[in-house]
């Protein structure tokens, strides 16, 4: 039995994400196809990032996205600098990319701020995406904006409500937690 960690839910729900909301980029009446432009926007570095960044092209391979033949990446990093952030996704929309993969939170909320008609894929999100202003709602987030959250601690009455829909006679259940 193959076992998934949670990494690499992450990676592959994201690369689904993307994979989506790529499906409409070809315009009808086109007579050459448009290779979909993704721009990758990241705090850190991009050896960093290379867990992500394997993992999202794997999920885009097993759709059959190759980079650099029928998809193209445009990454930035802030480099430690996270105030560089806003001008990196501003770069992103002047390239006009399809979409914009935004892992972190100040990445997450720099292309909220550089755009509000490209779409954007949260990722690796660890503020409240709703008192940060990205989205209205978990469940209609609105706007260019969707993805997942590491909001661990707030989901937590949720997932416990889940269980014990599935699970009706579970009677006890155990947390395992990494205090750091």
């Known amino acids: 039995m193959r076992r998934y960690s949670p990494c690499r839910f992450v990676r592959a729900a994201v690369a689904l994400f993307a994979i989506g909301l790529l499906c409409g980029c070809e315009m009808p009446g086109q007579t050459t196809a448009k290779v979909p432009r993704i721009g990758f926007l990241a705090i850190g570095s991009r050896e960093g990032r290379a867990f992500l960044i394997e993992g999202f092209l794997r999920g885009l391979r097993e759709h059959g996205y190759v980079e650099g033949r029928n998809i193209l990446i445009e990454y930035r990093f802030s480099e430690g600098r996270n ?53 209205t709602s978990l469940a209609h987030p609105g706007g260019n904006i969707t993805g997942m959250t590491e909001m661990a601690a707030q989901l937590g009455a949720k997932r416990l409500e889940l269980l014990k829909q599935i699970m009706p006679a579970v009677s006890r259940v155990a947390i395992l937690l990494e205090p750091a």
Request: net charge negative.
């Open 83 to 135: 105030e560089r952030l806003p001008e990196l996704a501003v770069e992103l929309v002047t390239l006009k990319v399809d979409l914009i993969l935004a892992s972190g939170s100040p990445a997450s909320l720099a292309a909220s701020q550089a755009t509000r008609t490209i779409p954007i894929v949260m990722g690796s999100l660890a503020a409240d995406p709703i008192e940060t202003g990205l989205i």
